[in-house]
């Protein structure tokens, strides 16, 4: 017979190696699932993908990188500032010369520009140039009052308010403001316009055939 004692002891014994192993059991499937949960994290933290040829796959990855790059579809002047007021020479008050004008590349499937100049305190048309090549990104100064000017090469000018073809700048008594609109046309030449076009038919046909336009305005009074 065993003695009481001694049974106690064993059976204390039994017990501590059975919590022992319980407590073994679960140390290792706690390490388990902490394990598993830190790799998932990991591929998460990283960009949500582990595919290291799901980037080079997407077609429309550096498209953002690309539009931050491009040049904008804006026109501008190194002698008029936007909303600034017209230079002297640039209106009848001066030597009324057409002022340098510059821009980014119009909207796909852009095939020639043109340029309406406007008082828009009146509503006024003040002188067209179209027909501009869409290789063009500028304009020089004093373009040629002429029908089909040298430069740029394949532009055409309407007759402008005056009568005469080319430029004409502003000449109000009291403060008017004015814009240059480019557009971006769908043609390389306005079909069926010719140099005997009114400026508000030409404008009409410059409208029919935009794809997008941008502006420069200005101001101007005589003193």
């Known amino acids: 017979m065993i003695d009481p004692i001694r049974r106690r002891t064993l059976s204390m014994a039994r017990n501590a190696r059975t919590l022992a192993?319980?407590?073994?059991?679960?140390?290792?499937?706690?390490?388990?699932?902490?394990?598993?949960?830190?790799?998932?994290?990991?591929?998460?933290?990283?960009?949500?993908?582990?595919d290291p040829d799901a980037a080079a796959s997407d077609?429309?990855?550096?498209?953002?990188?690309?539009?931050?790059?491009?040049?904008?579809?804006?026109?501008?002047s190194t002698a008029l500032a936007e909303g600034a007021t017209f230079p002297v020479d640039n209106t009848c008050t001066g030597t009324n010369l057409s002022p340098p004008l510059a821009w980014g590349a119009g909207p796909a499937g852009t095939l020639s520009y043109a340029i309406v100049l406007n008082d828009t305190t009146i509503d006024f048309l003040h002188a067209i140039i179209y027909d501009?090549?869409?290789?063009?990104?500028?304009?020089?100064?004093?373009?040629e009052q002429v029908y089909a000017p040298k430069a740029p090469a394949g532009a055409h000018q309407t007759k402008n308010y005056k009568g005469a073809f080319g430029y004409a700048g502003p000449c109000?008594?009291?403060?008017?403001?004015?814009?240059?609109?480019?557009?971006?046309?769908?043609?390389?030449?306005?079909?069926?316009?010719?140099?005997?076009?009114?400026?508000?038919?030409?404008?009409?046909?410059?409208?029919a055939h935009s794809l997008g336009t941008t502006k420069l305005t200005g101001k101007y009074k005589k003193p």
Do not use: M, R, W
Not at 64 to 76: C, R, Y
């Open 172 to 207: 109000p008594s009291t403060l008017h403001v004015y814009e240059f609109v480019l557009y971006a046309l769908d043609v390389a030449a306005l079909p069926g316009v010719t140099q005997n076009v009114a400026l508000a038919d030409a404008e009409t046909a410059i409208k």
């Open 21 to 50: 192993a319980l407590i073994g059991f679960a140390v290792i499937a706690a390490c388990s699932s902490s394990s598993g949960t830190s790799s998932t994290s990991g591929g998460t933290a990283e960009g949500g993908t582990t």
């Open 132 to 143: 501009i090549p869409a290789s063009e990104a500028s304009l020089p100064a004093n373009v």
């Open 59 to 76: 077609p429309d990855a550096g498209a953002n990188e690309d539009s931050a790059t491009a040049a904008p579809f804006a026109l501008t």
